[in-house]
């Protein structure tokens, strides 16, 4: 095999001593570019201090200086007692991994043997130099002292290593690894079989880190990103290479803290981490978390020995750091460090501790300090256990487990302003409610407990309950982060079944206030939250309705009253059909004021009312002429009457009926397209438009707004008909029929009667019955004449027609009597 150039260079005699020491002395003071300027020299055959250097002589010597100051830094990096330094760039951090005492002579040694193995070499290689000149020709290096990873790749490789889960093939020698790795010396250096194969897996390590391991070997250093330390860490371990352990060890110890929270970050919790190494890296971590809560603490209570203004800007500096780190923490990173501070110890405890001083101090320094540490990744790395074993100390004050100790409200009785930390910034739904109902039990527990104790005369009942009660704020607080998290995470079905199951079984005033603010939001953006189930929107949906201006009213009593009334005016209702009048009528005063009291009308009623609502002939006085029904309410909705109506009987005289009622029929246009959208958008991300529309008819049988949103919600769905322009030849005439026949069809329904008006959920069942009865005759038709396994394929067709659940439904439907519900 042809020996590369450089390779059988550095393989000849050494030179004469004294010239090469010149040479090396020239080159460790000049540096690269004295080095350059010599080979150029050497090469152009000019003198250097009156002498004339071969090209070959030059290289030994810059092979010697490298070494030298190679052995220099090691020896230097081992008695310092300074921080690694870690590097940003555009992947992250990135750190600079040294070894200490390289070259090893093991390393000089597998040199000389795979270089022999490639070609002849010369008889004198007593030399370090001469030797690491060999090792450095063996290997093309990247550039580790970049501030991004590049790295370099072997010559005339023996051997591929399998790296990552790609399964990246990376070219090493077999002599190299097997020079500082225990574990491949005895694979190939050993009788077994597999001595010979030429290739080794380590597929189960990132590939950057079986790289950075290669390169460190053949360089004596390899730079890589903080989050890949721990990979590398557990690769030096699978290998047993002390060295690059060693070397690992020492830059992992002297990292700074939040990048070592970063390495635990990068750690399986089931990851090959040796126990001594991983054991240091948490009790630095709790070193540091327990120093900077007793700075803070010490800080915010002005007790003990102060800690300086320094070490207070240190805290700060390094909570900044720690954010900055989380923010840029991929997902199942900060899943991991959430498994490892789930873990029972000083590192959980530690962590507790930290969190609890940072939060209390930058509550003290404001809001704008106190929404920093809110952010949503500064409490997504805390397991949720923390979270509420957080809020429990920092709520129940000194004496824990003393629920009379339980503060909400500051001196002043004003809330305290660290509690806003509870509900700003998520991190996720499921963490808010249960925040909520933690806080909620404290302090309905603080209030059983002042109520005892007035009980017993032990506090004066007027003191009873006074304190420690739920702030109001804080219930708008986590009603508007229920509704964040709702609408930032579309996989929270099973918590919002939950949080409606809460709401059912006790007084949730946050739940009560978010179902309004998403009603709000539905009417303002005609958005509803994705994954929300179908009693969630049945609920929001009432309230968007209920908020809504009427553009119609139903009147449910007797015949000749009842019917749909349509708004004309601000306060006036038409019925089109044999035309009456449903007006609210204010009161007038004054000495000019008419006002009758009709018989039958008890007089003291009469005047508690400053307004009425009454049903009148259209040419009749609102003011003198005898109402047919009249309410005494100053309510300016007409559906919010209850039974307070007074019929007029035949005599004349008006009778108290409880079956007159005013319903909602239908909202204002603006307000039903807001609705409309909201539906379909929930509709195509999986909800169900008649589950809704028969659970609100089952809800409320008489109520039939929300029921016609559902309908025209699907209508708005449903695919738009070809023109006669765009539809394919031969189906135009068809496609415009069908549009002209639903156009029809629609308005029609627009105009028919009350009974009817109710049942246009029965007629869309109509139509999707008729829809798939005519598909299944066309199944059946072709099923006559097919051969056997077609007609097979038809009949499992026609199967799965009839079992489809919007032809059930219909089914079902159409087999209801008419107006059940």
Sequence with gaps: MAVEQDIAKAATPARDGARQMALQA???????????LLRRWAKERRPYRGQVFEVEEVEEAVAAAEATAAQSQSSSAAESSGKATATPNAFGQTVLIQAKGW???????????????????????????????????????????????????AKHPDLQVVAGSSSTRISAHKAMLSAVSKMLHCKFCGSFGDAGETEIDASDFKEVAVRAAVEFIYTGKARLAVADVGSLCCLADFWECPLLADAVERCWKSLPIVYALEVLASLDQDAHVPAAMLGALQRSLEANFSGIADL???????????????????????????????????????????????????????????????????????????????????????PEAMLSRIIAQLIIGKREGDSTDIRFCDAAGQPQRWLQWTHWGGPTLEAVFEAYLQLLGFARQAEAASDAAAAAGLTPAAEAGAVDKFPLPLHSGFAVALVDEAFRDHRTNSVWEMIER???????????????????????????????????????????????????????????????????????????????????????????????????????????????????????????????????????????????????????????????QIRLHSIREAEAMACRTALAAWASTGGSLLGLEEAARKESPKEVALPMLCQAAVRDMAPPVLSATDAPQGESTKAVEKQSEADVNAKAADEKIQTEEDDIGWQEAAKTFDAVAEELCRVLKEAQKASADERRRLLQKKRRIESAPDFVAAVRRLEMPLGST
């Design 26 to 36: 020239a080159i460790e003071k000049g540096g690269s570019s004295c080095a350059s």
């Design 103 to 153: 070259p090893t002579p093991e390393l000089l040694e597998g040199a000389v043997s795979t270089a022999g193995a490639l070609g002849p070499l010369g008889k004198e290689l007593t030399k370090d130099s001469a030797r690491l000149a060999l090792l450095r020709g063996l290997y093309e290096p990247g550039n580790a002292d970049s501030k991004s990873p590049c790295w370099g790749k």
């Design 296 to 382: 803070l603490n010490r800080h915010q209570a002005g007790l003990g020995v102060l800690p300086s203004s320094e070490q207070v800007a240190n805290c700060w500096r390094f909570v900044q750091e720690l954010l900055v780190l989380l923010e840029r923490l991929e997902p199942d990173a900060m899943e991991r460090l959430r498994k490892w501070l789930s873990d029972e110890g000083e590192l959980q405890s530690a962590t507790e501790s930290f969190m609890m001083a940072v939060v209390k101090a930058a509550a003290q320094r404001g809001n704008d300090e106190l929404k920093r540490i809110s952010k949503r990744r500064f409490k997504a790395w805390l």
């Design 502 to 660: 809460r709401s059912h079984e006790e007084t949730l005033p946050a739940v009560e206030e978010a179902m309004q603010v998403l009603a709000r939001h539905t009417l303002q953006s005609r958005k509803l939250p994705q994954g929300v189930p179908l009693k969630v929107v049945l609920r929001v949906m009432n309230e968007a309705v209920s908020r809504s201006p009427a553009s119609a009213v139903q009147i449910n009593g007797p015949g000749s009253l009842a019917g749909v009334y349509e708004q004309k005016g601000s306060d006036t209702f038409v019925r089109a059909a044999a035309p009456l009048v449903l007006r609210r009528v204010v009161r007038t005063t004054g000495r000019e004021a008419i006002n009758i009291v009709w018989k039958g009308i008890p007089s003291e009623d009469f005047r508690k009312s400053l307004a009425d609502w009454k049903v009148q002939q259209p040419e009749d006085d609102e003011h003198l002429d005898v109402p047919l029904a009249v309410a005494l309410s100053a309510s300016q909705d007409p559906c919010d009457l209850g039974g307070n109506w007074w019929l007029r009987a035949s005599s004349g005289k008006f009778q108290q009926d409880a079956s007159f």
